[in-house]
């Protein structure tokens, strides 16, 4: 079984500091999805990174895959309030077919004003 | 991208009865997936909607519990049958982007059972 390891699990910070979680993996996967869930809603995907070593920005958002695509990291920068909510990994289960999803364990995160 | 939507957006119930979740989606899709978020964790799939087949289900999720449809392209149904509070959760439906593996998530189900 695929394993997608999140931490940290909580993470409650200042607005305008900078912050990163870690995605970690024994196993290796294609690629790897970041969602982020807000309270009341589904999770939506900001990103798919899919080479090893591959460098994604989204705004104040950084997201790397790691050279063996065993782990991946989210770098948010200067992070503000619209940043809480549930950060989840993701990656296709190759046990079961590609269109399935592992999810990782999640990170909860909380930019206080 | 696709647009979904579920009903009902929120319930109770009481222990020993039965809830449908409807998920529609407003594009054609060949899979549809159905996962489980209990209080404070992360996404667990219950099982893969196909349309004109049965649905697939996870290790741990039987069909007798979560009994499943998936009647035409936009459409499934998720029942959670003979609740214990223990089936106290978000339920999520999916689907398939086509492209990456990428899925786009209807805004949930909460469930609580008293």
């Known amino acids: 079984t695929q394993l997608l390891e999140q931490s940290p699990q909580f993470l409650s910070i200042q607005e305008g500091e900078n912050l990163t979680v870690y995605c970690n993996s024994s196993?290796?996967?294609?690629?790897l999805q970041w969602y982020r869930q807000e309270p009341g809603e589904g999770p939506v995907l900001l990103v798919t990174?899919?080479?090893?070593?591959e460098v994604k920005k989204l705004k104040r958002l950084t997201f790397q895959f790691g050279d063996a695509r065993k782990d991946s990291s989210l770098h948010i920068t200067a992070a503000q309030p619209g940043d809480t909510g549930l950060y989840l990994c993701?990656?296709?289960?190759?046990?079961?077919?590609?269109?399935?999803?592992?999810f990782g364990t999640g990170t909860r995160l909380t930019i206080i004003p | 991208s696709a647009v979904i939507s579920q009903k009902p957006s929120r319930d109770i119930c009481q222990r020993g009865t039965s809830l449908t979740i409807q998920c529609q989606v407003d594009?054609?899709?060949?899979?549809m997936f159905w996962y489980r978020q209990q209080p404070g964790q992360s996404l667990t799939l219950i099982a893969t909607?196909?349309?004109?087949?049965?649905?697939?289900?996870e290790s741990g999720f039987v069909i007798d519990k979560f009994p499943i449809s998936r009647p035409n392209l936009t459409f499934s149904t998720l029942t959670v049958s003979n609740m214990s509070p223990e089936d106290s959760s978000i339920y999520l439906c999916?689907?398939?982007?086509?492209?990456?593996?990428?899925?786009?998530f209807g805004p949930g189900t909460r469930l609580t059972v008293t």
């Open positions: 990174v899919v080479t090893g070593g």
């Open positions: 909607a196909n349309q004109g087949s049965e649905a697939t289900y």
């Open positions: 594009s054609q899709v060949t899979m």
């Open positions: 196993s290796v996967f294609s690629s």
């Open positions: 993701a990656g296709p289960n190759s046990n079961f077919g590609n269109e399935k999803l592992t």
């Open positions: 999916s689907v398939w982007a086509g492209v990456s593996y990428e899925q786009y």
